[in-house]
């Protein structure tokens, strides 16, 4: 039993050091003091992490990122929060074919749909760079906004908003100040999850941007195409970050296992 249990910590440790050994190489790599990336590194330095906010184009795409994915977000949650309160509310004909289809995004190859919305919304309807990005990144955080708010709204007690209208309140209202105040927290994560999977997206952006525009990944694998240096490692390292605190606040606001639950 003793050896069984060592056989699977061993296996455990491997697993885990398959996947975290590339990202821990990465993390290395980012403090290279010369020219080139390698690992391991000669000597430490800082200074691929301030070469990030010498590179214009990196601070260009950056703020596009951040406007579609927050724009994006927006509207994304302006069609999420009742559509994810309509299936989690009502039973209805055709409810389940309706997630499937709020969830399809998520099922689709990311290349297969960057090619479709290249083809018909760029291609057929000549939309500018900017509202096709913002319509391609809106369709992709859909499903994220409305599986963790549907997964919040589960554990809702909704005899409470029958209680709140039996006293007088409208649906509208008691909506807006019973529903949404016990539900704040999944729509926080919602944002949190749906914002990370906008602004880290390739697949769709890829097809999506254009001369002129891009957005921050993109430009990251611009920019590997023609650097070898250890500044994408250090934007990796940042990235990588940045996912964890997101990650950090979702399993505060919510725990992990709300999205094990539907």
Known sequence: MMQKNRGLALFTFLVFLFLLGPLLIISVTSFEGGSVLKFPPEHLSF???????????????FKTSIIVSLMGNLFALVLGIPAAYALSRFDFKGKKLLDAVFISPILIPGIVLGFSFLRYIVGTYQLPIYTALFIGHTIIMLPFIIRVISSSLSNFDFSIEEAAESLGASKVKTFFIVVLPNIKSGILAAVMIAFLESFNNVDISVFMTGPGISTFPIQMLTYVENYFDPTIAAISVLLMVITAFFMFMVERLMGLSYFTKR
């Open 47 to 61: 200074k691929w992490y301030l070469n990030i906010f010498d590179v214009q184009m990196f601070i260009s795409t």
